[in-house]
């Protein structure tokens, strides 16, 4: 397991992304400019992957959701969504404060 020490949630959310019938990935972009961390939660199996980028917004590695399966990573990590296309997308979003001097 992964030892987190979680001072804070600083936002948690659902997220549903309707399916559309080609792929496309959004905005490549951090959800906030200090340090954090972000763990997503994928509730259902589908296409629509989690996409990292490095500092010139070239992909690095993608993530299929699967049900059940969470990704926790370091919030500066540029990252999108792709849009699904063959049914909905479900994912919790969180984003946690890991140090509290850093909010």
Known sequence: GINVDIKNIVRSRSRLTIHKETSSIDTPHIDYKFNHLVLLYYINTIDGDTVFFDKDEKIVERITPRRGRAVLF???ILHASSNPTL???????TNIINNIENF
């Open 74 to 76: 370091d919030g500066s």
């Open 87 to 93: 049914g909905p997308r479900i994912v919790i979003n």
